[in-house]
């Protein structure tokens, strides 16, 4: 069996809801990817530098959703008509469930962005050097993780059928 044939037959053995979170799942992980390599081959000099940030952003933003727009015309071919059948009661609890832990990372994000904006506003030091726009860093490692958290759990509590917590 070829990786084609094994393909074809993980998308038929797989409902498409799953494979729609898969897609979104390797998408997301692939733009945190890209994010955090961009940050961590960066000079000190493009760190401060607005314009290459604003850059680094827009490619972000860029990516996800060309990324997100040719992945669903994909899922779109390959299936029956699911994209606009309507969620059923144990989709819909685990999307909720989905929900719940990435608003809980989102939350804890903002909030550490907002703590360490108020400590860098007043002079604390904590490490030896600074990151310039720390706190936009954090909100976007926050937002991305919460993403993946999001379909992580998802994909999850789909397989293991632990829906009600």
């Not at 081959?41 to 990324?67: C, D, F, G, M, R």
């Not at 685990?94 to 990435?102: A, C, E, Q, T």
């Amino acid at each position: 069996m070829d990786n084609k044939q094994k393909v074809i037959q993980w998308l038929q053995e797989t409902s498409f809801r799953e494979v729609t979170l898969s897609v979104d799942f390797i998408v997301t992980g692939y733009i945190s990817y890209f994010y955090l390599s961009q940050l961590l081959n960066a000079t000190p000099e493009q760190l401060a530098s607005i314009e290459w940030l604003s850059t680094v952003l827009l490619e972000v933003i860029v990516y996800s959703i060309v990324l997100m727009v040719v992945s669903y015309i994909a899922l779109a071919f390959i299936s029956d008509d699911e994209l606009s059948r309507p969620m059923d009661v144990r989709e819909k609890q685990i999307n909720l469930v989905g929900y719940k832990y990435s608003a809980i990372i989102l939350q804890v994000g903002v909030i550490l962005a907002l703590v360490q904006y108020n400590i860098a506003a007043q002079g604390f030091e904590f490490m030896q050097s600074s990151v310039p726009h720390l706190p936009l860093h954090i909100l976007v490692g926050a937002f991305l993780l919460a993403e993946l958290a999001h379909y992580g759990v998802q994909l999850y509590k789909g397989r293991t059928g632990e829906i009600y917590e």
